[in-house]
């Protein structure tokens, strides 16, 4: 056998292995987990309210992604209540977790009406967090070996289970960081 034939070989080899991993490490970019891992209450008054919410995002891949872009809608007891979406492009480690600080200012009279804002109010000032509902959607565009991808999201959680994060962190997918 000449050796440009087994030079073919093994970049032949090498390319297939390469794509191979390529393709496993798209394919954990779609995996990505989100955990809601706090929230901060900044401010609020008889008409607005200030919180920051931490989104962690869990890169299950050994490689290193991009949150190219996203836009979601935070839902509060399934009322809209705010559109949160960037083009900073965000480094996703790899085996870890990235946290995304989503800054919400909502007018809570408008958003859930005098008797939901009543319900709303009384819930935070009783620190019944299992009746107040926390919901992601929307999109985001993730980056890996160059690759762009366009992911939907969907998630939701309580007020309660973010105060159990925050005072018991855990790593989404139930993997260490």
Same mark, same amino acid.
């Given at each position: 056998?000449?050796?440009?034939?087994?030079?073919?070989?093994?970049?032949?080899?090498? !390319?297939?292995?390469?794509?191979?991993?390529?393709?496993?490490?798209?394919?954990?970019?779609?995996?990505?987990?989100?955990?809601?891992?706090?929230?901060?209450?900044?401010?609020?008054?008889?008409?607005?309210?200030?919180?920051?919410?931490?989104?962690?995002?869990?890169?299950?891949?050994?490689?290193?992604?991009?949150?190219?872009?996203?836009?979601?809608?935070?839902?509060?007891?399934?009322?809209?209540?705010?559109?949160?979406?960037?083009?900073?492009?965000?480094?996703?480690? !790899?085996?870890?977790?990235?946290?995304?600080?989503?800054?919400?200012?909502?007018?809570?009279?408008?958003?859930?009406?005098?008797?939901?804002?009543?319900?709303?109010?009384?819930?935070?000032?009783?620190?019944?967090?299992?009746?107040?509902?926390?919901?992601?959607?929307?999109?985001?565009?993730?980056?890996?070996?160059?690759?762009?991808?366009?992911? !939907?999201?969907?998630?939701?959680?309580?007020?309660?289970?973010?105060?159990?994060?925050?005072?018991?962190?855990?790593?989404?997918?139930?993997?260490?960081?």
């Amino acid at each position: 056998m000449s050796a440009g034939k087994v030079i073919f070989g093994i970049v032949v080899a090498a !390319a297939i292995g390469f794509g191979i991993y390529a393709a496993i490490g798209i394919k954990m970019l779609m995996r990505i987990c989100f955990s809601m891992g706090k929230y901060k209450l900044r401010s609020w008054d008889f008409q607005f309210v200030n919180i920051d919410f931490e989104l962690v995002l869990y890169n299950p891949s050994a490689l290193e992604a991009t949150l190219r872009n996203y836009d979601f809608n935070l839902y509060l007891n399934n009322k809209w209540v705010a559109n949160i979406k960037s083009d900073v492009p965000v480094r996703i480690v !790899a085996e870890g977790s990235t946290t995304l600080v989503l800054p919400v200012k909502l007018d809570y009279k408008k958003t859930f009406g005098l008797a939901g804002s009543k319900e709303i109010l009384a819930a935070f000032s009783l620190k019944q967090y299992d009746k107040i509902f926390v919901t992601l959607k929307g999109n985001y565009t993730g980056v890996a070996l160059k690759i762009p991808v366009k992911l !939907a999201v969907e998630e939701k959680w309580t007020l309660q289970s973010i105060v159990d994060e925050m005072s018991k962190p855990s790593v989404p997918c139930g993997k260490a960081a």
